[in-house]
């Protein structure tokens, strides 16, 4: 049995706060982190990316030009507090934004957090902050390869 190498891996936690209003919150356990929560009129977004000496990433990301990025890709929304220092025990800043939902044009907080979310992680792989699982361990290890002190 070959063993499995340890690699740190961002996780993604899904939280349904189902209230009245219908509430849904997404946050995206990353560092680099994007939460968004949405209602039925608009989808709510807050990027975080903590001070360089908590993240190894920070010094690839400006929370700014990310949230941008978000924003344009999903189109319609606007910045609502500009990038800012983080009230946060690890530093850094965020940028708070909102996307308005528009029925008459077909445009739902739903649908926008599927893009808004899928714009956020393309943006991170394209700037080398989110770890790809380059991990081959499906691969069988036959004979004179399995010397387990390679892996």
């Known amino acids: 049995m070959c063993p499995t190498p340890l690699t740190p891996t961002p996780t993604l936690t899904l939280t349904l706060t189902l209230t009245p209003t219908l509430t849904l919150t997404l946050t995206l356990t990353l560092t680099p982190t994007l939460t968004l929560t949405l209602t039925l009129t608009q989808l709510a977004l807050v990027a975080y990316v903590p001070d360089a ?80 699982d380059k991990d081959s361990s499906d691969e069988m290890v036959f004979g004179d390869d399995d010397n387990l002190d390679d892996y």
């Open 53 to 132: 000496a908590h993240n190894k990433s920070a010094s690839k990301i400006d929370v700014q030009v990310w949230m941008d990025h978000v924003l344009t890709t999903v189109g319609g929304g606007k910045v609502i507090t500009p990038k800012k220092a983080a009230a946060s025990p690890k530093g850094g800043h965020i940028v708070v934004a909102a996307i308005p939902g528009d029925a008459d044009k077909g445009k739902f907080p739903l649908k926008d957090k599927d893009s808004a979310m899928a714009a956020a992680f393309d943006y991170l792989r394209k700037h080398d902050a989110f770890p790809e």
